[in-house]
């Protein structure tokens, strides 16, 4: 099985996902993009974010003009696609827990994509961890404690790494600082993909 790391209370699966399952998953989630286009989230100021998102399952999680918050449609009205099997094998395999999530979101990063250091507080119960899959070239993942401005720990996110997030690390800050294009080969057209499943309400 995979190598553990803890980095900020967040445990990193190293290499939990082999190169064959990589390639299964990202079929998968192609599937869910050709259904639900990945798109860039505005935020309240009218900023666009540069991560392309999309999600599935029940709810997926959006940004617009009005706030960020879940939603059971895609903006352009659809409901969200099914959530990628893999998705559900592997929160079931490391999450810890008997429910299953409800929302899968996709993060797409292009050379040159971030995503500032935040709390992911829309959930309604925080004792339900988050996991995240990273897919595609690498990212210098940053977390810091649970108020901004303390002391952050940095990780490059490699393809096929898997993180549990749990516990009191469950509102800590983090984000995405950078991404190292051309680091792996598993996407056509490089970049990364980022599925985060969570339990929303
Ligand atoms: C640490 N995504 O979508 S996933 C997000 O790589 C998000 O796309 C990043 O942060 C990405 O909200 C990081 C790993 C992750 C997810 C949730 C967390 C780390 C977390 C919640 C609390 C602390
Ligand atoms: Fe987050």
């Known amino acids: 099985s995979a190598m553990k790391v803890d980095v900020g209370g967040i445990v990193v699966h190293q290499e939990h996902l082999s190169a064959a399952d990589q390639v299964e998953l990202v079929e998968q989630v192609r599937r869910v993009v050709r259904a639900a286009p990945l798109y860039r989230p505005e935020t309240k100021t009218g900023r666009k974010m540069s991560v392309r998102m999309t999600s599935a399952g029940t709810y997926g999680w959006i940004s617009d003009r009005k706030g960020y918050r879940y939603e059971r449609q895609h903006p352009n009205g659809e409901d969200w696609p099914p959530m990628p099997p893999m998705a559900l094998e592997i929160w ?21 994509a971030k995503m500032g250091l935040h709390q992911d ?3 309604a119960d925080f004792d339900m961890p988050v996991v995240s899959v990273s897919l595609g070239d690498e990212a210098l ?6 108020k901004r401005g ?3 720990q940095s990780i490059w996110l490699k393809s096929g790494d898997v993180a549990v997030i749990g516990g009191p690390a469950r509102l ?7 991404v190292r294009a051309g680091s792996s080969s598993l996407l056509p057209n490089g970049g990364r993909i980022n599925l985060t499943m969570r339990v929303v309400d």
């Open 92 to 112: 079931r395999a490391v999450s810890g827990v008997a429910r299953d999530p409800q929302s899968c979101l996709i993060n797409y990063y292009d050379e040159g």
């Open 141 to 146: 993942f940053r977390v810091g404690g649970p």
């Open 172 to 178: 800590n800050f983090h984000g995405i600082d950078r």
């Open 150 to 152: 303390g002391k952050t």
């Open 121 to 123: 507080r829309d959930e």
